[in-house]
Nanobody, 120 residues
Framework: VQLQAFGGGLVQPGDSLRLSCEAS??????LGWFRQPPGKERDVVAA????????DYVESVKGRFAISRDNAKNTVYLQMKNLKPEDTAVYYC????????????????WGQGTQVTVSS
């Protein structure tokens, strides 16, 4: 599977942004968004198993971010609202052969990152 993420940019605090990740090849049911702030490790932001309709989020983005998938387009989205400076990071999409996981090491396929910068 190949994943291509895009949609990042420079926004102000409180703004919204939607990231997209187009997948080609085998369709894995478990997809995730991860982010890596400057000088820090890459951590999970949200995950979705679209076959069973399950989603989950890291606590810091609950109520602000929403992960979804367009089956027809084989694309997973991360809708981000009320962005904060601490959301600044390189965002990655990834796919896992498992049914469910929020662990970075259990995702085998990664797209290139897209930079999100939240600054006034």
């Amino acid at each position: 599977v190949q994943l291509q993420a895009f949609g990042g940019g420079l926004v102000q605090p409180g703004d919204s942004l939607r990231l997209s990740c187009e997948a080609s090849g085998r369709a894995y049911s478990l997809l995730g968004w991860f982010r890596q702030p400057p000088g820090k490790e890459r951590d999970v932001v949200a995950a979705i198993n679209w076959r069973v309709g399950m989603t989950d989020y890291v606590e810091s983005v609950k109520g602000r971010f929403a992960i979804s998938r367009d089956n027809a387009k084989n694309t997973v989205y991360l809708q981000m609202k009320n962005l904060k400076p601490e959301d600044t990071a390189v965002y990655y999409c990834a796919a896992s052969p498992l049914t469910w996981s929020m662990k970075r090491d259990e995702y085998d396929y990664w797209g290139q990152g897209t930079q999100v910068t939240v600054s006034s």
